[in-house]
């Protein structure tokens, strides 16, 4: 479960000290006799993983058992330990305390399967121990019988092997256990799960309090995993169970090649370019090509062996900064080459095979040990987009930095333009192939920055500048690609103009999870990084389950005229793609629906990416509408379910004005714009009021037979202003 802020980052473990990092001095010594002083809550010791490699490099961790190491956690976004089948061992820090009523203990945890066993236990040289176990049992030597600290029905599934109600295999929880001297409280993720109290036990708390080693883990487990580890004498807090920040972070593999141009070794300047110093520092030491004349004759030779380390991987990144402020007007390089590949250089002013080709506008060519045009048919969208000056879409007209990326990975190719994908492309890997990039990347050794246009074409050098020239034997993700532009920007790519939202409900506490659930969902803790969610269930039946929100959620426009919702949706328990081909997402009309039938007014958000709006004034955002000329229909019926990978995605729709967009994972998928007389949509603003009955996850509208989705949500959020695509990928970003 996470606790979101705008406009704040805040680093994960800041501020936590490793067991290896503590004098002798760690915690507080024994005060004079005569003058002992019992705190009610005293923070003795935390331990952190962060940083490290490796078991050896973990000094306070004394001894293992089973099969142990220190590893990079994909969901915390630190390292951790993972235990298999065995036990670490850590000297107990409470023996630099004197407890008075107990101590509390605070972790992260994850177990990895069904099996039972300690999560922890203080072991004495006597052999004298206190445990805690993953299904909740909390045992010691000094008593005369278990104590369940969860009753039997949380602690198990029908099978009685599931620890479902403490550590649900595979998912984080960051827990904090009281032990007490009468009593036990079993916190997960800042929340009181359970609570028990027994008869005194004074010997319980002299074992935690002298025990001189606290040994986590259980050759019984499968798999644990730990990390963030704080101590507590006598009483924890609110602020000690709390669950922690997620920061999120993305790692990038090393490059294959990588060039600032700081040195020029390996770099030849055919013609006119030049190696110059950029004004923003940022950039510093670049390359400037120069326009040329006459085609192939401005360009930067790379290494050779750039492309020639994809043989076993089958992937492959470019990327690279570009600017075209000294580049003229955008016809000047409307078909202007970019980055280009082959087997020699050209002869008589012609470059034959193998080749490889990047272009500016977006689009890509390679003939090399089997070829593809990345045609229309191709492209994922049934149409390639150009972006140049031809389509009144120079993206380079600004005069900026931007950052080039093309991505292939097995036979799928992608263009991203600053980290959005522009084009994407799919090869049958018989008749078309890029496999040749891979297996035959060392035969494309004469590589170009800049220009040397295939062929005969006659299409000219552009004076593009360039920096941060980089090849990655991986398929980079967009996160890594982004991540990389944000390194660069010094700091976050976050705007810093992100409005605060009217409303916003992430399910994670008691309070946010009061909404009226209407048929068969729940709400459940389905992933560590999205915490609590509301899972719907598939209904069999139109109108049958759904979340109601707020019924003044639609009712802050009415000034603005702007309106953006946003939400995280994720498939995996929905079925297959055809189970939900036509399904409701965000309904919205002026009262529930009266004999299984809904009327008027209403407002419709589909999940295959359309609108529909009858309140004052009505549009059904038709094909006409749509900039492109056609709705995009991003379902099981046009082969494009962008929910069918059962992962989580990030939809947004934004209204300003007469204007309406969708968003998909901050990438534009549709667009319309209303006449304002005929079609209009201004009384989403101005009578979302009328709106009141409002429905997340289902409740098709009309009498349409289109059952509900059995999809998963969370992270709701709304503005009464139009978010641009930026700030929405700032959202998906925070809300990670």
Known sequence: MKTLKFFIVIASLTGFMSLASCSDDWGKSDPTPGTD????????????FKGLTSIDDAEMILSTTGTTAITFDDDLYTEVVEIKQGTVTMANPLTKSKLQTGAGISLWAKTGGANRGNLFSFVADDGSKVSFSTDGVLTSTSATKDIAVLPAASRAGEDEQEPVGLLPAGVWRFLGIQISDNECKVYADGELLAEVIYEKDAALVSILNNAANIVFGDEALQELRIDRISFTRNTMNASDVKRPNITKVVKLPDP??????????????????????DANAKFGEIFQNKASTTPRSNYLLLPDHVLSHSVETKQMTIGFWVNASN?????????????????????????????????YRGVLQINNAG???????QNVEGANKLYHNGTNADWLADGEWHYYTAVFDGENAKVFFDGEVKNEWNMDGTANTQSGLYTNGAALKYICLGGNQAWNWGDNDPGFAFDDFVVYNEALSAEQIQKIISDKSGGSIIPTDLPEPYYRNTFESAEERTLTIVGAGQYVAKSDKHGQIFQNVASTAPRSNYLLLPEDLLTHSAESQQLTISFWVNASEAGGSAAYNWAPMFMAYGAAPEGGVNGMPMFAC?????????????????????TAGANGVYHNDTNADWLADGEWHYYTVVFDNENAKVYFDGVLKNEWNMDGTTNTQKGLYTNGGELKYICLGGNQAWNWADNDPGFAFDDITCFNIALTAAQIKALMSIYE
């Open 371 to 377: 070829w593809t045009d990345y045609t229309d048919a």
């Open 327 to 359: 580049a003229g007007t955008s016809a000047s390089y409307n078909w202007a080459p970019m980055f280009m590949a082959y087997g020699a250089a050209p002869e008589n002013g012609v470059n034959g095979m193998p080749m490889f080709a990047c272009q």
């Open 37 to 48: 002083i019992y705190p009610a809550r005293e923070p003795v010791g935390q331990i952190s």
């Open 256 to 277: 294959v090649y990588f060039t600032d141009f700081s040195s020029t070794d390996g770099l030849t300047i055919v013609g006119a370019g030049m190696f110059t110093t």
């Open 606 to 626: 589909q999940y295959r990416g359309v609108l529909q709006i009858n309140n004052a004034g009505w549009t059904d955002y038709t094909d006409a509408q749509n």
